[in-house]
Antibody, heavy 119, light 110 residues
Framework: QVQLQESGPGLVKPSQTLSLTCTVSGGSISSATQYWSWIRQPAGKGPEWIGRLFTTGTIDYNPSLKSRVTISVDMPKNQLSLNLTSVTAADTAVYYC???????????WGQGTLVTVSS | QSVLTQPPSASGTPGQRVTISCSGSSSNIGSNSVNWYQQLPGTAPKLLIHRNNQRPSGVPDRFSGSKSGTSASLAISGLQSADEADYYCAAWDDNLNGPGFGGGTKLTVL
């Protein structure tokens, strides 16, 4: 079955760029009806949606993060990427990639990766 | 500040029935379906209920969801120790143009 695995640095310095990759295995990242999202969860808090990408081309971002976020896809590598610029301590969280369905729920999640922003 | 509002905690004894509430607004629960996720300690959220009351394959029928107006609830019957987890509601928010989540409810089985 489809599995997702996030990877990237666990520590990022303030003002730098956070870059993560999500590798999709067990299936193709290319889909006409499903989409791929990044979601983050600070310790002890609820999840926060960062954005989503349809491999047909549409990309949507959370308005509160839009000026700092870029989500992209490398279809030959079956990978989704996240870049978040000008990070601060408030960006410290577990970052998840997840598959979204046309009915707007997430049926598959990666295990998550903790990113700490600290000097 | 979460988009949806949940009580921070809930508890029950084994075998009991507990409910967890989720409150929203006309831009999210009032106009879109509600999903529920279960997060066991140290793991990723897992889809528990989608489209207000639909259980994915493999989710026991002890778990059920309902929605009315701008509120929703998750009910767990025949409570088990394995049900100790954080539970999150979520719904598409038309203002956000994305999903909004609740702050989570920590369920303790006494």
């Amino acid at each position: 079955q489809v599995q997702l695995q996030e990877s990237g640095p666990g520590l990022v310095k303030p003002s730098q760029t956070l870059s993560l990759t999500c590798t999709v295995s067990g299936g193709s990242i290319s889909s006409a009806t499903q989409y791929w999202s990044w979601i983050r969860q600070p310790a002890g808090k609820g999840p926060e949606w960062i954005g989503r990408l349809f491999t047909t081309g549409t990309i949507d971002y959370n308005p509160s993060l839009k000026s700092r976020v870029t989500i992209s896809v490398d279809m030959p590598k079956n990978q989704l990427s996240l870049n978040l610029t000008s990070v601060t301590a408030a960006d410290t969280a577990v970052y998840y990639c997840a598959r979204g369905s046309g009915d707007r729920y997430f049926d598959i999640w990666g295990q998550g990766t903790l990113v700490t922003v600290s000097s | 500040q979460s988009v949806l509002t949940q009580p921070p905690s809930a508890s029950g004894t084994p075998g009991q029935r507990v409910t967890i509430s989720c409150s929203g607004s006309s831009s999210n629960i009032g106009s879109n379906s509600v999903n529920w996720y279960q997060q066991l300690p140290g793991t990723a959220p897992k889809l528990l209920i989608h489209r207000n009351n639909q259980r994915p394959s493999g989710v026991p029928d002890r778990f059920s969801g309902s929605k009315s107006g701008t509120s929703a609830s998750l009910a767990i019957s025949g409570l088990q120790s394995a049900d100790e987890a954080d539970y999150y509601c979520a719904a598409w928010d038309d203002n956000l143009n994305g999903p909004g989540f609740g702050g989570g409810t920590k369920l303790t089985v006494l």
